[in-house]
Each structure stands twice: as C-alpha cells, then as structure tokens.
C-alpha cells in the first residue's frame, strides 16, 4: 500500500463491504422530504442510486445528458424528475444550477455519479481534456454552483464517485490535457 492509500483511503468500519447494495445501506432510512441530486442517475450506479433513494421517499433528480434515454429508464420509478445537464460543458452546469437555486430550495444530497470512459481524444470549451473534464472537474463546479442550496439543508451531503481506474496509470500534473504526448484514453481516465 502506497503512502496516498495508507493516509486517505482508510476503512470507516461500516458494516458495510463490497457486495452491501444501496438498499442494504439504506434499510430503515427515510427520505421523505428530501431532495438528491443524482449526475448520471439514468444509467449504471447512478440508475440503481435513483431507484434506492426514490424508494427511500427522496424526491430525486436526475441530471442527464440524454433526456429522452433517462425517461425511457426512468419510467416508473416513482418520486424523480429530470434535467438536463452536460457535465463537459461550463454554461449546461451554471445553467442546471441557476434553474435549480431559483426555486430557492434545499438540496440534501448531491451525488455526483456522471463520468465517461473509454471516448476519443476531445477537449471541452476550456481546452480541457474531455474525461478529465467530466469525470472531475465538472463534479466540483456542480457542487461549488449549488452551494447555496446545499447550505440551505442544513446538514447537506455530496457524494462523488470515482474508481480504481488512478491505479491504472499515474496522473501527468505537467500535461493533464495530453497536448505534448499521445493521447491515451486508460491514462485519461485514470
């Protein structure tokens, strides 16, 4: 085990392993009254999210890229609506997020699940390599941008997820956005 491991990616002696379910998390937990945010709550773990804390009584929305395709996912899964949000692009989080502060509500949780993996070298309107925009930096624009609602809860809390995919290739701080190596799309994710 690395130093990195070793001092932040310590237990928390949960009960909980590798094969607990959101819904064993969750067990005997109310939501009712409660808003979450779910990035990518359409699909993969973000769909199974939606589903626990929908049944949990949360009211859930799911920002999704592909609105048409989070309908179609989402139909039936009581408690949820949907907004349309691109994590690769400043003005759809700035949007997303003053449309969701103008109701001037709470906001209790905010997951940010959404990620890609394994597309073509792009980059975003900042020149920002596009994984590395949406896997990362987008999370912690969502999250500055709705601050307000989140202190409005009172207790709020933010979620991101990642992976092991750092494991896989170190991280390149002298060229983050690939402009003077080959682009690979494992090293971008990582």
């Not at 001092?7 to 939501?31: C, E, N, P, W, Y």
């Not at 039936?76 to 349309?84: D, L, P, V």
């Not at 980059?123 to 989140?150: C, M, V």
């Not at 991280?171 to 003077?180: G, L």
């Amino acid at each position: 085990m690395n130093n990195y491991q070793g001092a932040l990616q310590q237990r928390l002696g949960t009960g909980f392993s590798h094969s607990s379910t959101a819904a064993d998390v969750i067990k005997g937990i109310s939501l009712a009254g409660k808003t979450a945010i779910v990035t990518g709550g359409n699909t993969g773990i973000g769909l199974q999210t939606t589903k626990t804390l929908a049944a949990a009584g949360a009211t859930v929305i799911v920002a999704a890229r592909d609105v048409e395709k989070a309908r179609k996912n989402l139909s039936g899964i009581r408690n949820t609506e949907i907004m349309w949000i691109d994590m690769m692009d400043p003005a759809s989080i700035d949007g997303f997020a003053e449309k969701y502060l103008s109701e001037g509500e709470p906001l209790h949780l905010l997951i940010n699940n959404a990620g890609i993996m394994w597309v073509p070298f792009r980059k975003d309107s900042r020149g920002i390599e596009s994984q590395l925009a949406t896997n990362y930096i987008s999370q912690f624009h969502l999250t500055a941008r709705l601050w307000p609602a989140l202190k409005l809860a009172c207790g709020a809390r933010i979620v991101n997820l990642s992976s092991l995919g750092h494991h896989m290739a170190p991280f390149d701080f002298s060229d983050p956005n690939f402009s003077n190596r080959p682009y690979e799309t494992l090293a971008a994710y990582g």
